[in-house]
């Protein structure tokens, strides 16, 4: 029986109340003898800014270095509003993305058909919408620098950032794009601003130079990113993966997951680059909703996202393929049964608590 | 009767379409003694690039300089998706609008009644929709230095872009965010990303102080860049004016375009500094969608988004405000008869020409 190790980081907000229900089912996974699964449990973002003054450890970084994998929840909420910028909660968060070299961001967007009428959309337009926004998580506008406020003479600020990509890091990508398309509909689409941006005139030629060299059967179409947040909104059916870089990526993903009416459903995984070693790579599972502080401690958080993103922890880290099937088979299972927590009920529809829906799946499964 | 000077770039595809429809309209009006409108036309865009081998001349930015409004088509196509960077058809847009120090992008999203069902999203969520965005037209990363692709010593390459802002820039902006608040529903949303942009933090520093220092009375609020673009697809109609940067500002006001359903009817205004001198300024009137090279010479092209910013003129820089009223009256009245151009009719609905539609307001008033 092979053996795991987790880094569990609850956070903020409902990320505790969600990942419990994730312990329930990995415990339940290792009664059954599909795996071994230990777990370790540390703070992030505003609950180790409380605890320590900082958003991260760095002991608690150490921990997700030697993890097979880490399950992340969620982090902020107005309580750390105005905390040090360095110690702001999201910095935890970006840490852990930079220092695993996690620079691969898979946020698949799907309706679930039971849902469908959730989204803001009319429903012939979502329903069945299955896409992956593949988001470049270490460079772009999110690290490079110079990054700062300076004050100038005339006693004004001026504040930089700086965009910046090399070729690796748009092949990079580039790859884990096209490689994903191959398993699905073979079609990517690309997204930069290249007529305002010199990142974005490099992003165009070294995607299309990987997809000329490398993955000539895919089919790749480019798209301006103004143009693509149109177009998601219009007709999301038309893509496949899309691929884009951090600061567009962090926007379009948004706006993805938005339109399926199943925010609190959708998982998303971060992936580092495989070790040519042992085959091994970092990885960072989270979902793709925030810490919903207006809600916490309530019980009336959705898991589902959380409990999916451990399925694909199963899936991309451990290659559990039908341990994680299982997982996703019972959640699609539990909502054609007709449970609901609050954020997916339509009016007048019975709600069941975060700790009722996992056990619900956990029954399931 | 007053008398002003406009300096039409109808552009390329079907910017020279729905430009001549302005011209009738203009030529009306000069007729009825609403004021002596003199037009001169020049090239921007692709064809200018065909006659010049720029995107804009220095002679044409000279009539810019010196007219009382610029009246803009639309640039680009396939066709010169080849041609030299600093010669692509937007240049021509970006050298206009950052000589003419356009700081201030308006962008009103109003869904018409009449074509609520044309929108993707369900009708309850975007009938009676009127929100406009303020977008910061001639900072941050569309014109910060350094922007290059360097190659590097091993052969790979290096593309960086800045995005930078100053306390004034930020201020000028945000006051006109406030004053049209103040005209409409009181209410501005600022945007920006700053838990991961030092700009970010600069620009809701800013804004926050000129709010509290000048304009206490209106509600404002702070959305992060991607939380408002979901909120955009889910709830468009809790905003009123929303204020934010040049990328965020592109992509933001694009996706409230597409909600309304009547991408083609949107008109723009870009302006620059009051001269406190004549209490004139600056003034380059466009729609918001693009040169639509596919349907571009085949009379498809709906005219009302040209027309639309030509009314912006009157309102905005001419002090016409009746004769924009009448315009605007116009087009809906035109729109409520039921005429229809292509992109706005639905299905099995009449479609007329450009020329008819342009007619048909013209009729109207
Ligand atoms: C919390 C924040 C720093 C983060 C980001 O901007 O990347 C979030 O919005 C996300 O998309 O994961
Ligand atoms: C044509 C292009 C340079 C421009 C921009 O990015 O600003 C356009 O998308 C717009 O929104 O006016």
């Known amino acids: 029986m092979s053996s795991h190790n987790l880094l569990l980081l609850p956070g903020d907000g409902i990320g505790p109340e ?143 950032d700086t965009q910046v990509y090399t070729t690796h890091e748009i092949e990079r990508i580039a790859r884990v794009a096209f490689e994903l398309a191959r398993k699905r509909r073979n079609k990517v689409t690309s997204s930069e601003k290249r007529n305002v941006m010199k990142s974005g005139v490099l992003w165009n030629q070294v995607v299309t130079a990987v997809h000329k060299a490398e993955y000539p059967d895919v089919q790749l179409e480019h798209n301006l990113a103004d143009s693509l947040a149109m177009q998601l909104v219009r007709q999301p059916k038309q893509y496949d993966v899309i691929v884009t870089d951090n600061l567009f990526g962090d926007i379009l993903s948004d706006i993805a997951a938005m339109l399926t009416g199943s925010l609190g459903m959708l998982p998303s995984a971060s992936l580092g680059a495989e070790d040519p070693a042992t085959g091994k790579r970092k990885a960072l599972y989270e979902p793709v909703h925030g810490s919903a502080p207006d809600i916490a401690g309530k019980g009336m958080a959705n898991p589902i996202a959380m409990i999916g993103s451990m399925a694909m922890s199963l899936r991309y880290s451990f290659g559990l393929l039908e341990a994680a099937d299982m997982v996703e088979k019972a959640i699609a299972n539990v909502l054609d049964s007709g449970l609901r927590t609050g954020d997916i009920a339509a009016k007048g529809q019975n709600t069941v608590s975060t700790g009722e829906m996992g056990d619900a799946i956990l029954t399931e499964m």
Not at 102 to 124: G, H, Q, T, V, W
Request: hydrophobic residues 45%.
């Open 18 to 160: 969600v990942m419990a229900e994730v312990q329930k089912l990995l415990k339940w996974l290792s009664s059954q003898g599909v795996a071994k699964f230990e777990t370790e449990t540390d703070l992030v973002g505003g609950a180790a800014y409380d605890a320590h003054k900082v958003s991260i450890t760095d002991a608690a970084m150490d921990r997700a270095m030697k993890a097979d994998a880490v399950l992340f929840g969620a982090v902020g909420g107005p309580k750390w509003d105005n905390v040090p910028y360095e110690a702001r909660p999201e910095a935890g968060l970006l840490r852990l993305r930079k220092d695993l070299a996690l620079f691969a961001n898979l946020r698949p967007a799907i309706c679930y058909p039971a849902l469908a009428d959730a989204s803001s959309l009319k429903r012939e337009l979502v329903e069945g919408l299955d896409i992956v926004i593949v988001r470049e998580l270490t460079g772009g506008v999110y690290f490079g620098e110079p990054k700062e406020i300076v004050t100038l003479e005339n006693g004004e600020k001026r504040a930089v």
